[in-house]
């Protein structure tokens, strides 16, 4: 059984530093594109980050370029995400997922719960 456990949300002031972790298991994840998907309160989902699980730079959304950073622990089987400079429009339901192919549309084939962060003015 796949599951994907997000970690890491909270309440920061704007400005400040969160890093949001994902605990992938129940399959071997070394194909895969790993994704890290939001959602503020009154929108849409929408594709913030992304990275190959087995390698490579990673894809972002221009809105965090430059603020946020996906990385993984293969070691860990965990993906993260360092969000740096965070601004209250960041304030969002964060999921991870998990998809065969590389994409910025929301068809992902996993998802994880989510969870919650909220930036402060």
């Known amino acids: 059984q796949v599951q994907l456990v997000e970690s890491g949300g909270g309440l920061v002031q704007a400005g400040g530093s969160l890093r949001l972790s994902c605990a992938a298991s129940?399959?071997?994840?070394?194909?895969?594109?790993m994704a890290w998907i939001r959602q503020a309160p009154g929108k849409e989902r929408e594709f913030v980050a992304g990275?190959?699980?087995?390698?490579?730079?990673?894809d972002y959304a221009d809105s965090v370029k430059g603020r946020f950073t996906i990385s993984r622990d293969n070691a860990m089987n965990t993906v993260l995400l360092q969000m740096n400079s965070l601004k209250p429009e960041d304030t969002a339901v964060y999921y991870c997922?998990?998809?065969?192919?590389?994409?910025?549309?929301?068809?992902?084939?996993?998802w994880g719960q989510g969870t919650q962060v909220t930036v402060s003015s």
């Open positions: 997922a998990a998809d065969r192919a590389r994409r910025f549309d929301l068809n992902y084939d996993y």
């Open positions: 990275i190959m699980w087995s390698g490579g730079s990673g």
């Open positions: 129940g399959r071997t994840f070394s194909s895969f594109y």
